[in-house]
């Protein structure tokens, strides 16, 4: 069965510094999407991506976040100057088509420790 | 406003027993999605069942079932016949359409199942 994948499993980092987060959305899905998990708490949406751009932000996105699909297959969640407010757990998810039953695919996360 | 109440934040249920997570929603939208996802202490998170707005029937999946009160705004998620391995938090989503022409999913706080042998 075709999945998300997200690397890496795991990332330390330290304040200040930038962070990628890389996903692979399945192949012939057409949105893609980041959320957020503080841990404890619950998940929240950040952003959603659909023909090779921004669809919708929160306001959890601000400057220092962007998006890219660089190539066919991968799609990244860049931190420019990471804070320590920025630890938590990042899924990438993606979706066939929007607003049907087809539910969105979330990969398995991306742990971000910012030390 | 809260728009998906999760109203337990932990809940315990022995093993082979029935139980109800309970969620409601809040939205003007006619149309909309509600989903339920498990989240195992691995932190990864899985998708269990969905429930559209017109749907008729309340869904199933296998010992998912979900109770659809559209009128009291309620989508609690019942897990028949526990097993250890339902051991995990739970969410309640719904799917929410933006001004962007996108979708996002509007999460609740979670339920912690803890299933005792």
């Known amino acids: 069965e075709p999945e998300v994948t997200q690397t890496p499993s795991h990332q330390v980092t330290q304040m200040g510094q930038e962070v990628i987060l890389r996903c692979v959305p399945i192949s012939n899905h057409l949105y893609f999407y980041w959320y957020r998990q503080i841990l404890g708490q619950k998940v929240e949406f950040l952003v959603s991506?659909?023909?090779?751009?921004?669809?919708?932000k929160s306001e959890i996105f601000d400057d220092q976040f962007s998006v890219e699909r660089p190539d066919g297959s991968n799609f990244t969640l860049k931190i420019r100057s990471t804070k320590l407010e920025d630890s938590a757990m990042y899924f990438c998810a993606s979706s066939k088509i929007r607003g049907t039953l087809h539910e969105q695919y979330f990969g398995p996360g991306t742990r971000l420790t910012v030390t | 406003a809260q728009k998906i109440t999760q109203t337990q934040p932990g809940m315990f249920v022995q093993e082979k027993e029935a139980v109800t997570l309970d969620c409601t929603y809040d939205?003007?939208?006619?149309?909309?999605?509600l989903f339920w996802y498990k989240q195992p202490s691995s932190g990864e998170m899985i998708f269990l069942i969905y429930q559209g707005s017109y749907d008729q029937q309340n869904a199933t999946e296998g010992r998912y079932s979900l109770n659809f009160q559209k009128a009291r705004k309620s989508a609690n998620l019942v897990i028949s016949a526990s097993q250890l391995g339902d051991s995990a938090m739970y969410f309640c989503a719904m799917r929410e359409f933006t001004q962007g022409g996108s979708e996002k999913l509007v999460f609740g706080k979670g339920t912690k199942l803890t299933v005792n042998p």
């Open positions: 939205t003007s939208d006619p149309s909309y999605g």
């Open positions: 991506f659909y023909n090779n751009e921004i669809s919708e």
